[in-house]
T-cell receptor, first 114, second 113 residues
Framework: SAVISQKPSRDICQRGTSLTIQCQVDSQVTMMFWYRQQPGQSLTLIATANQGSEATYESGFVIDKFPISRPNLTFSTLTVSNMSPEDSSIYLC???????????FGQGTRLTVV | KQEVTQIPAALSVPEGENLVLNCSFTDSAIYNLQWFRQDPGKGLTSLLLIQSSQREQTSGRLNASLDKSSGRSTLYIAASQPGDSATYLCAVSISSNTGKLIFGQGTTLQVKP
């Protein structure tokens, strides 16, 4: 398995501000993934973060809105920029581990934008 | 485009019942399929991973099956308990390289004492 720590676990933010979410993994991984779960919805992949290169974003997500850093093999951050109430979601960090690439998730960051 | 569907969306059963959750996917070219549990407002806990070449996996009271050709997977929970109450999510991986998971909408299970 994998131990993934996310900070903060929850936050309430004013619209127009930005929030940076941290994800720390207990051992080195090649790729880290950021997902969004909007209220009552399932998870959608935002981007894949590789160490030493720019993140790869999925359709509908852009770097200006969700800048990602990956400074080393155990850490990544996701910033939600210029927030609006529509950004209220749970944001989750994920990694893969093992021969068959089992996915593991952090406990998530519950963001409420007011 | 791969789509994942879970039926039913919600399920309420009395304690002790055996139950089956269903997951279907539109494209059989998957790398693996994974079942997760999510408690309200929390992250995901991995329950079972089935590789595309496997038919089933078991862990304790949980058994997951995979029929790739028909695009279906089931999660069987034996002797359900109130502590099993949660949302169960099915997700498929389409490639070992991308790591991208495509999730179903989930089944919210309530087990009543």
């Amino acid at each position: 398995s994998a131990v993934i720590s996310q900070k903060p676990s929850r936050d309430i933010c004013q619209r127009g501000t930005s929030l940076t979410i941290q994800c720390q993994v207990d051992s080195q991984v090649t790729m880290m993934f950021w997902y969004r779960q909007q209220p009552g919805q399932s998870l959608t992949l935002i981007a894949t973060a590789n160490q030493g290169s720019e993140a790869t974003y999925e359709s509908g997500f852009v770097i200006d809105k969700f800048p990602i850093s990956r400074p080393n093999l155990t850490f990544s951050t996701l910033t939600v920029s210029n927030m609006s109430p529509e950004d209220s979601s749970i944001y989750l960090c994920s990694v893969e581990r093992g021969l068959y690439t089992e996915a593991f998730f952090g406990q998530g960051t519950r963001l409420t934008v007011v | 485009k791969q789509e994942v569907t879970q039926i039913p969306a919600a399920l309420s059963v009395p304690e002790g019942e055996n139950l089956v959750l269903n997951c279907s996917f539109t494209d059989s070219a998957i790398y693996n399929l994974q079942w997760f549990r999510q408690d309200p407002g929390k992250g995901l806990t991995s329950l079972l991973l089935i590789q595309s070449s496997q038919r089933e996996q078991t862990s304790g009271r949980l058994n997951a099956s995979l029929d790739k050709s028909s695009g279906r997977s089931t999660l069987y929970i034996a002797a359900s308990q109130p502590g099993d109450s949660a949302t169960y999510l099915c997700a498929v991986s389409i490639s070992s390289n991308t790591g991208k998971l495509i999730f179903g909408q989930g089944t919210t299970l309530q087990v009543k004492p």
